[in-house]
């Protein structure tokens, strides 16, 4: 990533872009105060310079029966640099793994976020997938009982100059 000076109107269309993906170009450069070719200039710049990561549709799980969440802590019987990336290679394979992160302060070596359609599914996943890595010295699953915020756009500085 390139370090880029931001200013107000950056932050402002980094938060509308955050909340609204979908504003076309246009109403993007009228809720900052621009004209549409500036505005698409500092869009373009915050992509080049890596600050924008991407663009994603957030689609519902219920939709798809996705009912199951789980937060699985993993601890490894190694932690050399091998057996670090073919854990983290091997996480990259399954779907149902949204997230997967290395921790500190910790029993676990990594946690996992993974989503599923019910029970059954998470033992299949737990029985035939993850459990079947042989680096694996042990796993605590943590089931999510309700989502109290669910949230994508990361916090901003309020005043920037």
């Known amino acids: 990533m390139t370090t880029m000076q931001l200013d107000k109107i950056d932050i402002k269309i980094l938060s509308l872009l955050q909340q609204h993906g979908r ?8 809720l900052v105060g ?12 915050l ?14 799980p219920e939709f798809f029966n996705l009912h199951l969440t789980a937060y699985v802590q993993v601890r490894l019987e190694k932690h050399n640099q091998r057996v670090l990336n073919a854990f983290e290679q091997a ?9 997967c992160c290395l921790l500190t302060g910790s029993d676990a070596d990594y946690q ?4 599923v ?8 996943f737990l029985l035939e997938k993850l459990t079947t890595n042989q680096d694996i010295a042990g796993i605590r699953s943590s089931f999510v009982l309700k989502q109290a915020k669910n949230h994508t756009a990361i916090p901003l500085p309020k005043s920037y100059d």
């Open 34 to 45: 621009l004209s549409p070719s500036p505005c698409s200039r500092r869009v373009k710049a």
């Open 47 to 60: 992509e080049d310079s890596g600050i924008i990561t991407g663009y994603a549709t957030l689609v519902s």
């Open 112 to 115: 996992l976020k993974v989503l």
């Open 23 to 30: 504003l076309s170009n246009q109403e993007l450069a009228a």
């Open 117 to 124: 359609a019910d029970m059954e599914a998470f033992k299949h």
């Open 91 to 99: 996480m990259n394979h399954y779907d149902e793994v949204l997230e």
